[in-house]
């Protein structure tokens, strides 16, 4: 079945280390997208992607880094320079930009010890 | 991409339907309307978009007000598996994607 894959589901780590969390689709869309939801909020945008090898700051991208070196694939790294990097991260895709709908992920919850 | 406005939370009925409403007074005419709902601990899921006329699918049913500074979300029959945060998004034809997702609306549904 086609659809979009996060892992893992949870995920904890120390204060001050790097970590990556995984966004896989096999929908042969060009655009992915990663998200940010604090407790109660709304998401907001933190680096998308419209082809591969490139990628576009979204409104929040401090801390993060991302590359998108496969069409399939669009890793997010979390930075120990991110400083409130507890949250849920969202993965999405659309088959172009713009106005096209966004196929969303399970999600990763990443806890920072 | 413009705001919208929605209220915080609404209750219903199972079985009975549901009107959600939202405001984007400032919408532009090239600006689609997009809902999407998230279901706790899930991501967000696509559930209807239109730009002026009425739209229908197998999930809802989404009103466009003439002048489009305000649509409503139409669940015919509400069940307990719709209780989830419905947003209201609109969504430029091109140009950048920064997709705004609102607090939107908490939908509960009473058995």
């Known amino acids: 079945d086609g659809g979009i894959t996060q892992s893992p589901k949870y995920l904890f780590r120390k204060e001050g280390q790097n970590v990556t969390l995984s966004c896989e689709q096999n929908l042969n869309h060009d655009a992915m997208y990663w998200y940010r939801q604090d407790p109660g909020q709304g998401l907001r945008l933190i680096y998308y992607?419209?082809?591969?090898?490139?990628?576009q700051k979204g409104d929040i991208a401090e801390g993060y880094s991302v590359s998108r070196e496969k069409k399939e694939s669009f890793p997010l790294t979390v930075t120990s320079a991110q400083k409130n990097p507890t949250a849920f991260y969202l993965c999405?895709?659309?088959?172009?930009?713009?106005?096209?709908?966004?196929?969303f992920g399970p999600g990763t919850r990443l806890t920072v010890l | 991409d413009a705001k919208t406005t929605q209220p915080n939370s609404m209750e219903s009925n199972e079985e009975e339907p549901v009107h959600l409403p939202c405001n984007h007074s400032t919408i532009s005419g090239t600006d689609y309307i997009h809902w999407y709902r998230q279901l706790p601990s899930q991501g967000p899921e696509y559930v209807i978009h239109?730009?002026?006329s009425n739209v229908n699918n197998r999930m809802a049913s989404l009103a466009i007000a003439e002048d489009r500074k305000s649509s409503t979300l139409i669940l015919h029959r509400a069940t307990l598996r719709d209780a989830a945060v419905y947003y209201c998004i609109l969504r430029a034809l091109t140009g950048a994607n920064n997709l705004f997702f609102g607090t939107g609306t908490r939908l509960t549904v009473i058995p």
């Open positions: 239109g730009l002026t």
């Open positions: 999405a895709s659309s088959l172009r930009q713009g106005s096209d709908t966004q196929y």
């Open positions: 992607s419209q082809i591969v090898n490139d990628f």
